[in-house]
């Protein structure tokens, strides 16, 4: 490094790591993907050393010299700028990691190798007892960490794990969102629930095989912009996506012979976050400038992409000859305010990645609840499946029938996310108000949506959001971009402009 610029330097150790991390994440979508059973126990053991080595990296002295040594040469930067930035996250991002020893990282990663194993064969089962007694494990190991990295005065260990996902969100800040969105959405159900008329399934219940959704799905997703060149589209139990750097970039999706919308609903959901994955920096690979903001951020690419997109009648116009052709007969006998109709059907259920957008963020504000209370100590987790139905059957009136239906339905614990679910409502709320900042930066957006023509909002996105890594806070961005602080009200509007007419409400 003697000649070394110490920006340059810093960022030499920041691509490292994230060598290591990506490793990490080919191996993890493997897993989900292609691994044989016998391969489980192993790769938890791979895992864990990758976790270490990228630890030592993040946490170590020699990150901490480089820090040093940079911020000494850093009194004239311009604080937006890409040096200043990459070293603000950097330094942000290793003072918090040196704070976990490297036997809890170790732990870790081997319990979410091991965790997501027994998750998937206690939901094929339907059995919460064969996942509890790792859950439980799961939860004491999070409550540890949220220790090591400090719970704020007056706050709990949720806010502590959810730095991770949603930097500076705290439980009391996210209960202060979502109580009066709850009374609001339970209202909109209520009223649309209580409709003489509605919008017909019909087309969610024709049965299409494998291939032909397969086929459909992935026009789709080319459709709207997803780049097959430097991504690709497999099934796993529960859709995600991942992938190594700009130019790899791997979505799952999932098939039922009779829920064709649930195909397309998850695909174009992951195809949200590749297209944000796919317009980070290629420039900036590793660095925090070449990164994405948060999970907020990042859940708001993937739900505009799969509800201000993919349930708009302009959507279902420029999709509908697609479904004639693609998935045949079947198909043919809807036109496209029928198939628009479809995807818009409100309907309590149990599912939350099945579920209409009115209800979705109740199925979140469930899982927060619940979460906090185990990390609390204030709900054990043998208990876990008897509050939940509780719960499902306050906030959604639904009785669930099974465990399959209900705990074990999301991946998310077996991984020790806890802290992460909230980031798909304030996703929500990011994807409409920017969404609506689009629109009035392109007044016929919506309308060339009929005619395939999504370029215009991917490059807005890829220009506006994605091209900034992690140069500005997610509330900040999105106050930035919208002339307004985050709000409910645009959501709200999305909501109600849509699903009223289609109730004849309005």
Known sequence: MTNMNPHEHLATLSREASLIGSSAALLGWDQEVLLPEGGRAYRGEQLALLARLAHERVAGSAMSDAIATAEAASSDLDPLGDDAVNLRELRRTHERKRLLPVELVEEEARLQSEGQAIWAKARGASDFGQFAPVLERIVDLLRRKAECYGIPNGGEPWDALAEDYEPGCTAKEVDAVFEPLEIRLRELVSNLSAADQSPCDAFNRVVFDRSTQEAFVRRMAEGIGFDFNRGRLDTSTHPFCSGTHCGDVRLTTRFHDDNILDALGSTLHECGHGIYEQGLRSDAIGLPVGDSISLGIHESQSRMWENQVGRSAAFWEWATPLAHDILGEGARTFDA???????????????????DEATYNLHIIIRFGLERQMLKGELAVRDLPEAWNARYRELLGVEVTDDAHGCLQDIHWSMTAMGYFPTYTLGNLHAAQLFEAACSDHPGLVDGFSRGEFNPLREWLN?????????????????????????????????????LPLYGLA
């Open 463 to 499: 220009t506006k959001v994605h091209a900034e890594g992690k140069r500005y806070g997610a509330l900040e961005l999105t106050e930035k971009l919208t002339g307004k602080p985050l709000s409910a009200e645009p959501l709200m509007r999305h909501l109600e402009s849509k699903l």
């Open 337 to 355: 305010k029928a198939l628009y109709g479809s995807a818009n059907v409100v309907a309590p259920g149990f599912i939350r990645v099945e579920a």
